[in-house]
């Protein structure tokens, strides 16, 4: 059977290039509201990170009715970091909207996420968005997606795919670049042309893949997949397990179906081929099951998702301030959330260590484990990070490591400072391409050569550089790159900074603190310009006499302390220092808090 009434779709694309916003108007002419209701922007983004940050980090799942034809559409994350969400949501859908910007091109992800939907053979639809741009390039856009569209072994059907010509902001679609559109017509009737409809067998026995998981504390864990085959009903009993055999089949029953319309989740009685659903009462059900008629368990093959390459090592927090802010603050706490999460990040890894108090945890990249370090902080949860490694590999006996494909774009002038730094990095140049008065340039470099980068990237180009990057491969290990070559500024004792013993301390490099912020000893309160730590005293207090003398009582000026967010805390600290993340302060520290310790250990180590 074809279910010519149905279309499963996602929208895939490099961060920032408009997907959330196009989704918002197709939902609008979808007439997914209400003519007077009032929607905000970028109604998908519902977590308030995604909300502040303007990026999408989950997948979500939204559906239009176009001239009676349902349209599944999947909102996908553009940040490289989350690309573990892209790659299984691939396989609920029959095509995708390729979005690229008209103005910055191919960048990274958009390769990556090509490449994962090439691979499932899945039809592609080319969308030139933001074509409103003032330095919109549409001629050599479509060039560019061809070039990459070759470069990847697409087939001959995926070379000849539609391209249109959208503003997501505005609303409009067109199948020329000459003609501006009126309304986003011509983008649904290229989807129900061009993406094929669902089609399988509604009599044969059930089968069903789940390709997320959501958790609430009501129902608990709800699986979302598309049904392969057959028909699904509810208070139906159906055999779960895997493709790879992890764990032995088990019977179970489900309790409700819900399908999308617009934003809202409908329960159903029973859904069909094709339909993409949430269905819960089966407890231990995750990412890569698949539900079959107990008659005959036929597990669908499941995307093996790309291992993470960066790992840190979360544990409880026992500074001096510990227990002060935050309302989770046990190892025992600590390692049910973390066990919680992988339950819904298939692209996390969390593993016990010797030490009970302390876990590892592997993710994409930098953003990918701040992202959970910043929820679970929100949550009033307590803990203490250390500096993020790379996961290095044995490849035939060599060891390998990481590389990243870098992407940047920066104004001409700039060049010269951040190929400088970047040679220090071991990156190596693939390409460079001028694009008006601003280069676009291309290396392959290590994951560790981007640790701590950013910063000194946005200090170089004056705050007009773009960099991404997206994991390529793994080469031989390419020899010590330092991650840090400036030194810290350590508190001497325990306190609250003074504004005298603030003024003396900030002659000797950056702060990080202002008056009246409790500190203790070993606590990092800024940046030394050399390359050996200092320990400054900010709690001394001035000696008071009886004596006055002119001009020595003027009001000290202290320079503004520079504010370190989550992700600048965690460029900055070094292999011996931790990152203290509580519900209301971020602090960074050394492992050993005790100065005259720290020297003795660093004398034996002969540092």
């Not at 969390?350 to 592997?362: G, L, M, R, Y």
């Not at 390409?431 to 170089?460: C, H, V």
Request: glycine share 8%; charged share 30%; net charge negative.
């Amino acid at each position: 059977m074809v279910r010519e009434d149905l279309r499963n779709i996602a929208i895939i694309a490099h961060v920032d290039h408009g997907k959330t916003t196009l989704v918002d108007e197709m939902l609008k002419q979808g007439g997914a509201f209400r003519e007077n209701q009032e929607v905000e922007d970028r109604v998908m983004d519902s977590n308030d990170i995604e909300r502040e940050r303007g990026i999408t980090i989950l997948a979500k799942n939204t559906s239009v009715i176009y001239n009676g034809v349902k349209i599944n559409i999947i909102d996908t994350p553009g940040h490289a970091d989350f690309g573990g969400e892209v790659e299984r949501v691939l396989k609920m859908v029959d095509g995708v909207v390729l979005l690229v910007d008209a103005a910055e091109g191919c960048m990274p992800q958009t390769r990556f996420v090509l490449q994962k939907a090439l691979e499932l053979g899945l039809r592609i639809i080319v969308v030139v968005n933001k074509i409103d741009r003032p330095d919109a390039r549409l001629d050599e856009i479509g060039d560019e997606v061809l070039e990459l569209l070759l470069d990847l072994d697409a087939n001959d059907e995926q070379l000849e795919s539609p391209v249109l010509f959208c503003s997501g902001r505005a609303g409009t679609a067109s199948l020329s670049q000459y003609e501006a559109g009126t309304d986003l017509v011509p983008l649904f009737e290229t989807i129900l042309s061009h993406i094929p409809a669902p089609e399988g067998e509604p009599d044969e026995p059930t089968q069903m893949l789940i390709s997320s998981i959501d958790y609430n504390d009501y129902v608990g864990r709800t699986g979302i997949g598309r049904i392969e085959r057959g028909t699904l009903r509810v208070n139906e009993q159906v055999t779960v397990g895997d493709f790879h055999g992890n764990r032995k089949p088990y019977n179970s029953k489900i309790v409700t179906i819900y399908q999308i319309e617009g934003l809202n989740k409908v329960p159903v009685q029973e859904a069909k081929v094709g339909d993409i659903v949430w269905i819960s009462g089966i407890e231990d059900i995750t990412i890569g099951d698949t539900l079959c008629d107990i008659s005959k368990f036929e597990p669908v093959p499941f995307v093996k998702i790309s291992e993470p390459t960066v790992e840190m090592t979360f544990s409880v927090n026992d500074s001096p301030f510990a227990g002060r802010e935050g309302k989770f603050v046990t190892s025992r706490q600590l390692r049910e959330r973390l066990f919680k999460e992988i339950l819904r990040d298939v692209s996390l890894r969390v593993s016990e260590t010797e030490n009970t108090d302390s876990f590892k945890v592997a993710g994409r990249g930098e953003m990918h484990l701040s992202i959970l370090i910043e929820n679970m902080r929100r949550e009033g949860y307590e803990l203490s990070v250390s500096t993020p490694k790379v996961l290095m590999k044995e490849i035939d006996g060599v060891i390998c490591e990481p590389i990243e494909r870098l992407v940047i774009d920066v104004p001409e002038g700039c060049v010269g400072a951040v190929m400088e730094k970047l040679g220090g990095r071991k990156a190596e140049l693939q390409s460079m391409n001028p694009a008006g008065n601003r280069m676009k340039i291309e290396f392959l470099i290590p994951s560790r050569g981007l640790f701590g980068y950013k910063s000194e990237f946005l200090t170089d180009t004056k705050g007009e550089g773009v960099m991404s990057s997206v994991f390529s491969s793994y080469e031989p290990y390419k020899g010590d790159i330092p991650r840090r070559n400036t030194g810290s500024l350590v508190c001497f004792e325990t306190g609250e900074a003074v504004t005298y013993g603030l003024y003396n301390a900030q002659e000797r490099g950056t702060l990080f603190i202002g008056a009246g912020v409790p500190v203790y000893e070993g606590m990092i309160i800024g940046q030394s310009p050399k390359a050996e730590d200092l320990v400054v005293n900010v709690c001394k207090k001035k000696h008071l006499t009886n004596t006055r003398a002119s001009g020595s009582d003027d009001a000290l000026r202290l320079v503004p302390p520079r504010n370190l967010s989550l992700e600048d805390s965690l460029e900055f600290i070094a292999d011996d220092e931790l990152l203290e993340i509580t519900p209301k302060s971020i602090r960074i520290r050394k492992r050993i808090l005790d100065n005259s310790l720290r020297a003795k250990t660093r004398a034996k180590l002969g540092q």
